[in-house]
């Protein structure tokens, strides 16, 4: 059975237990605190938390004057209103001055579903991204969201992180680390490599899977990291695979695909293909009916690595061996202790 | 036009019955809020309001925002039953490819002017839709209701300076006063007290009503009407899920739909 874990319920967890070591965290929240998970440290810390109402701009703005004096704040609601709404308070207030906030921001994507257009959030990573200071993370399963949300803690500097209202299936295990910056290598693929976040980062899995069974040999990076994006790795991945194709839960344009771009046509300007929403407002829908109408599946994952290996002039030898087993670590913890809510939830799921 | 109460309260029972059906067929939604409208919003689309469903863009109308944009299954019903669109839609609400979506969008629901769901932005819209109807010499009235959460947001008091200082005088806000928000009630998540007075404060003419009492609310509107040189906002003291006795009053059917029992048990208290 595949276990399933919600991002955000995995934020709401850690955060709780981290206020009880680390009395500097306040938590800000602004009318959404039952669905952004943050309900949990305000019932166990009222007095760290702030419930600031519908007002998401004098949110970040009481965050940024909350670092100012030497908090660490934490300010969620639902991604579009933190990103949008706000935009130019975190500009102006939090990331001109490079002052220690952490937005964590629920509902991202489409995959919110039928609450409609409005709500979706397919330009967070865009809005947050061409931000200097900022870093900007998407969790891809509760492990490493546990291992975010502990980093990002200890990390001086603003921070972006999204959840998502969907639950994703467990992925990796209690050592699977996190380091800001740091991509995950599943796998070098000869032939591609599909390189990818949240939610598809799982498709992304699935896709390879089943063009290997095609002789195909795709692999995928996990790049939970948008900002700063690992370069290294990419460029690494460029090298062997000849090939690349993103996968996001965002627009195509200014997310995971233009920053891969980016790299590529000032490095090595290889065949890539952007799997994302292409240029178009939401609706109301479930979520798995959304996907599909917006090209967000395995099948347009399979599609695009068709299409880019149609591109791929001759074929294009391996010159190293693809990295496997990658151990990344949390600045001064042991990892065992660092996972310790998500392998109690995943063993309770289980059960 | 010009219906009695009496014919007025029925058409509200057949609204709330309408928005508890499409919200129960849809599985998720916002109920409490879209209960405390409908009395406000059936007054306004049966009695008040000029307006022509057969033709929706029809030059000298008069316009309604619903800048508490959650609230959209309440415009729904009054939409369709004025015959916007067919009732039939009203099983599709928040289904793919459905002309009713979670929150209302322009260009996309018959007689939906102004797209919301996002709070705190439909105050202004209403605002400039007012000063272009003011350029044209045209006879509109901007109606506009927000909820008592909502005006949390900062735009909102921008948007207030901008009404009073361009003495917008065609306009008429509502406030759903209901008290309650999604985290729970207003005073203890942010209080908003004293509205009368901050609205007074800002230069609006202020009404205060019972906001399911038709009488009240007709003569409010009317009263607005006779206003000249500021806006008005009528402050609606309303019950959030009101109609429905288990869901009255209550935080947590804010964002939930009637699930089928629910359904059956509010049905036979409204018929
Ligand atoms: C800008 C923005 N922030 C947050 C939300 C999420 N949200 C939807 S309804 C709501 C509470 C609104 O309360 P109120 O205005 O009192 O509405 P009502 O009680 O009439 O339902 C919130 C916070 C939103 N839609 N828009
Ligand atoms: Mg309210």
């Known amino acids: 059975m595949t276990i399933k874990l919600g991002t955000r319920e995995v934020y709401g967890n850690i955060l709780a237990e981290l206020g009880e070591e680390n009395k500097d965290i306040i938590v800000l929240d602004a009318d959404l605190s039952g669905s952004t998970r943050t309900s949990e440290f305000a019932r166990k810390f009222p007095d760290r938390f702030f419930n600031m109402g519908v007002a998401e701009q004098d949110m970040m703005g009481t965050a940024a004057g909350l670092a100012i004096g030497d908090k660490i704040p934490f300010a969620s609601t639902f991604a579009i209103f933190a990103t949008g709404r706000a935009w130019e308070q975190i500009r102006q207030s939090i990331c001109l001055p490079n002052l220690n906030v952490k937005i964590v921001a629920s509902h991202g994507g489409i995959t919110v579903g039928e609450d409609g257009g409005s709500h979706h959030c397919i330009e967070d990573i865009a809005l947050m991204r061409v931000l200097p200071n900022m870093t900007v993370i998407v969790p891809g399963d509760g492990y490493e969201t546990e291992a975010v949300v502990r980093t990002v803690t200890d990390y001086k500097g603003p921070v972006y992180i999204r959840t998502s209202r969907e639950k994703f299936p467990v992925i990796y295990s209690g050592d699977c680390g996190f380091e800001i910056g740091k991509a995950k290598i599943h796998h070098i693929g000869k032939d591609v490599t599909i390189i990818a976040y949240g939610l598809m980062l799982h498709k992304a899995l699935d896709a390879a899977k089943n063009l290997r069974k095609e002789g195909i040999d795709a692999g995928v990076i996990n790049s939970s990291t948008i900002k700063p994006l690992d370069k290294e790795t990419i460029l690494e991945a460029a090298r062997v695979s000849g090939a690349l194709v993103t996968a996001e839960e965002h627009s195509i344009i200014n997310g995971l695909g233009s920053a891969v771009a980016e790299i590529l046509a000032e490095n090595n300007p290889i065949p890539m293909k952007r799997v994302g929403i292409r240029d178009r407002f939401g609706m109301s829908g479930k979520s798995k009916e959304l996907l599909e109408h917006y090209g967000l599946t395995e099948r347009d994952i399979i599609k695009a690595v068709r299409d880019v290996m149609s591109m791929k002039k001759g074929s294009c030898q391996s010159r190293i061996t693809p990295i496997t087993n990658q151990k990344l670590s949390i600045k001064g913890r042991k990892l065992q202790d660092s996972s310790r809510f998500t392998a109690e939830i995943a063993e309770k799921i289980q059960k | ?271």
Request: neutral net charge; aromatic residues 6%.
């Open chain 2, 1 to 271: 036009m010009s219906k009695s109460i009496k014919e007025l309260e029925r058409i509200a029972v057949q609204i709330r019955i309408d928005i508890l059906k499409m919200l129960s067929e849809a599985d998720s939604g916002h109920t409490g809020g879209s209960l405390s409208a409908a009395d406000i919003l059936t007054a306004l689309y049966f009695s008040k309001m000029r307006h022509d469903p057969n033709n929706p863009n029809w030059n000298e109308r008069d316009i309604f925002v619903l800048s508490k944009g959650h609230a959209a299954p309440a415009l729904y019903a009054v939409l369709g039953k004025s015959g916007y669109f067919s009732t039939d839609n009203f099983s599709r609400l928040r289904k793919l490819g459905s002309i009713l979506r979670g929150h209302p969008v322009r260009g996309i629901t018959p007689g939906v002017d102004v797209s919301t769901g996002s709070l705190g932005q439909g105050l202004s819209q209403a605002n400039g839709i007012a000063l272009a109807s003011k350029i044209d010499n045209k006879k509109k009235r901007i109606y506009v209701m927000l909820g008592d959460g909502e005006v949390q947001e900062g735009q909102v008091w921008e948007a207030a300076m901008t009404a009073a200082h361009y003495k917008i005088d065609n306009l008429c806000a509502i406030l759903d006063n209901n008290g309650l928000q999604i985290d729970g009630h207003v005073n203890d998540v942010m209080s908003v007290d004293p509205l009368p007075e901050k609205w007074k404060a800002f230069g609006w003419n202020v009404i205060e009503i019972d906001g399911h009492k038709f009488e009240e609310i007709l003569s409010s509107l009317d009263k607005a009407e006779e206003i000249t040189g500021k806006p008005t906002m009528i402050i609606a003291h309303t019950i959030k899920g009101k109609g429905v006795s288990f869901m009255e009053g209550k935080v947590k059917y804010h964002g939930v739909a009637p699930t089928q029992d629910e359904l059956e048990k509010a049905l036979k208290e409204l018929r």
